[in-house]
């Protein structure tokens, strides 16, 4: 499991003086880019390879306010991916200070081919560090249909 602590800023409270959603986003993005660049998947190599993650979506529960004052970790592990990595799915748990699991997200994402701009896998390398890393004991292995299991598509427009 990959970890990352957070200081919690006036900056990222909202109205009601608690952590806001967009700083539950931005933490766990934060914390994603972290452990990629920890893997090796930095600006440079995604450049290299013309490569980029993409969020389909993050589905975020809460289950105690957190404020300002007192650090805030922010767990990354993954419980999903196809076998050529094209598809992974994230889970991030939010710790209170007093180690408290006080939220917890569900994100699926994928590989962008940044000249083609579609989904891709990853080349040979990049695919065998990104299997060696632990999984999460939910683990399994994700096919395309797994990416469509909330089954959105766009209205048709004004």
Same mark, same amino acid.
């Given at each position: 499991? +990959?970890?990352?602590?957070?200081?919690?800023?006036?900056?990222?409270?909202?109205?009601?003086?608690?952590?806001? %959603?967009? &700083? #539950?986003?931005?933490?766990?993005? $934060? @914390?994603?880019?972290?452990? /990629?660049?920890?893997?090796?998947?930095? $600006?440079? &190599?995604?450049?290299?390879?013309?490569?980029?993650?993409?969020?389909?979506?993050? $589905?975020? #529960? #809460?289950? !105690? *306010?957190?404020?300002?004052? =007192?650090?805030?970790?922010?767990?990354?592990?993954?419980?999903?991916?196809? *076998?050529?990595? !094209?598809?992974?799915?994230?889970? +991030?748990?939010? #710790? %209170? $200070? =007093?180690?408290?699991?006080?939220?917890?997200? *569900?994100?699926?994402?994928?590989?962008?081919?940044?000249? @083609?701009?579609? /989904?891709?896998?990853?080349? %040979?390398?990049?695919?065998? @560090?990104?299997?060696?890393?632990?999984?999460?004991?939910?683990? !399994?292995?994700? @096919?395309?249909?797994?990416?469509?299991?909330?089954?959105?598509?766009?209205? !048709?427009?004004?």
């Amino acid at each position: 499991m +990959h970890l990352k602590e957070f200081e919690v800023r006036w900056s990222d409270v909202d109205a009601n003086r608690h952590l806001a %959603n967009s &700083a #539950y986003v931005n933490f766990m993005s $934060h @914390t994603r880019m972290a452990f /990629l660049m920890e893997l090796g998947f930095d $600006h440079r &190599a995604m450049a290299i390879h013309e490569i980029g993650p993409v969020v389909f979506y993050e $589905h975020i #529960y #809460y289950f !105690k *306010e957190v404020f300002p004052g =007192k650090p805030v970790k922010v767990s990354l592990e993954i419980v999903g991916m196809s *076998e050529d990595a !094209k598809f992974f799915e994230f889970e +991030h748990n939010f #710790y %209170n $200070h =007093k180690g408290e699991n006080v939220a917890r997200c *569900e994100m699926m994402g994928a590989w962008m081919d940044l000249k @083609t701009r579609k /989904l891709t896998g990853l080349t %040979n390398d990049l695919l065998k @560090t990104f299997s060696e890393v632990e999984k999460g004991a939910n683990f !399994k292995v994700l @096919t395309k249909e797994d990416s469509r299991k909330f089954a959105r598509v766009p209205n !048709k427009g004004l």
